[in-house]
């Protein structure tokens, strides 16, 4: 929610907070790194995300089950009726293991490709985080500044009455024209209209940091912090460099294409022999007949070397390998572009923050002034030259350009907070 600041050109120039608030209901009041730790903790596109880390690691896990033998048991039990002139039993047991010693690189690869998987997701999940940070800090910056307003407007709204109040009086007097109250009865009409439309905004406010916080929809919410910073100057080409090391998506694109070249060698690997060796074990028991040389259980096994070796699959693997090529291009086509992209982004955010510090100093140096001024007019009132409604216009005066200052600093600090997330920090 940008802010427009014109409020010391008219009273009427502004936006304002609600003050409906549940007396009833128990207000949490947040701090800045408490908002940052409850939507860590609860905010939902955190969460998936972790899950989809967890899932990146099993696969890893799964990946490394290729080199391990694989072990199967089978057991049989059957009887055969009205074959033989006696029915018999038949009970078998067969144990078989299997161990691929050569499968052309396959097993590596996919291993190599699911810890490169797993890299990608923890960068997609760090990407998360900068942004969930993001925008925690504009909601949260956004609903201080909407409480100045609700204070600012407020004493605008009062301040707009005792006028009409005064000029009501006045032309009862006849010492005042009727443009003159009526000019005071616009400006009442009007401020009532942008206080309400300001309660409307305030809870808007408020709802979008509750739902990136995941609290409750009739939780009552309110911040605590002022806009304090500390001025901090930027080389922007250190900044471009410090990104292009830090970002996220950079990690990730970069484990995407490493997991690319591994998707090649696993594609190239199908037209690779597979070697295995096994070992099976089996153990009989048939009910003796005439032709049986024996009865009871039998156990052999047997020890083998298997080659399997696919010569012809019709070019599928010749596809899925320029298939796994094209893929890998298009990663470091989307790569190069990120990082332009990025470098813009670091320009646009840093241009940002210099504009937001050139009102800084003007703004704190503007407050001054009215500072003085009411001094001015609170020594005058005391000597019955000013009246009590020239002392809080000059009040108001100073309570406006007390909030212009406050929301250069509310600028300085969404630019910064950007400026940060274009870097990649937290």
């Known amino acids: 929610m940008k802010i427009i600041s014109i409020l010391l050109i008219s009273y009427l120039s502004f936006f304002i907070l ?16 408490q908002a940052i730790v409850i939507a860590l903790r609860d905010n939902r596109e955190i969460l998936l995300n972790q899950e989809k880390l967890h899932q990146a690691k099993l696969e890893i896990g799964e ?15 059957a009887r055969t009726r009205g074959l033989y002139r006696k029915d018999i039993t038949n009970y078998s047991f067969q144990a078989e293991m299997k161990q691929y010693l050569y499968r052309g690189g396959k097993s590596a690869n996919t291993l190599k490709k699911a810890k490169y998987e797993e890299n990608v997701q923890r960068a997609v999940f760090d990407k998360a985080v900068t ?18 307003f609700t204070r600012l407007n407020k004493t605008i709204f009062e301040n707009s009455r005792e006028h009409f109040e005064t000029a009501s009086m006045r032309y009862k007097k006849g010492e005042a024209p009727e443009s003159d109250l009526l000019k005071a009865q616009y400006n009442v009409t009007t401020s009532q209209a942008l206080y309400e439309e300001s309660v409307n905004q ?21 911040v605590k912090g002022d806009f304090d910073y ?12 410090k990104a292009l090391k830090m970002r ?49 259980w039998q156990d052999y096994n047997v020890i083998g070397i298997g080659l ?29 572009k990120l990082k332009t992209d990025i470098a813009t982004q670091v320009k646009e955010s840093y241009l940002s923050l210099k504009s ?66 274009s870097m990649g920090a937290k």
Do not use: M
């Open 230 to 241: 500390t001025h901090r100057e930027v080389v922007v080409s250190e900044a471009i460099l």
């Open 63 to 77: 990946a490394k089950s290729a080199f391990f033998p694989g072990i199967n048991l089978n057991s049989t039990a």
């Open 131 to 148: 942004d969930v940070i993001l925008k925690v800090k504009e909601a949260f910056f956004t609903l201080s500044l909407a409480k100045e």
């Open 202 to 222: 305030q809870e808007s406010a408020e709802a979008l940091l509750k739902n990136i916080l995941y609290l409750e929809e009739n939780a009552a919410v309110g």
């Open 248 to 296: 996220p998506e950079i990690r990730e694109y970069e484990a995407r294409i490493n997991a690319d070249k591994a998707a090649v060698e696993i594609a190239k690997a199908g037209n690779s022999p597979e070697i295995s060796a096994s070992f099976d074990y089996y153990s009989r028991s048939t009910t003796s007949l005439t032709f049986s040389p024996s009865k009871g």
């Open 356 to 421: 937001a510090i050139s009102k800084l100093k003007p703004r704190e140096e503007k407050s001054k002034v009215y500072a003085d001024n009411l001094k001015a007019i609170q020594e005058r009132y005391k000597d019955g030259i000013a009246s009590e409604l020239d002392l809080k216009d000059a009040g108001l005066a100073l309570l406006i350009s007390q909030f212009n200052q406050k929301q250069a600093g509310y600028d300085y600090l969404l630019a910064k907070a950007k400026l940060d997330n």
């Open 308 to 336: 399997s070796w696919p010569i012809f699959d019709g070019w599928a693997t010749k596809y899925k390998v320029e298939e796994a090529i094209s893929n890998l291009k298009a990663g470091q086509i989307i790569q190069d």
């Open 18 to 33: 609600p003050c409906g608030v549940n007396s009833e209901q128990e207000t949490v009041i947040l701090t800045l790194d």
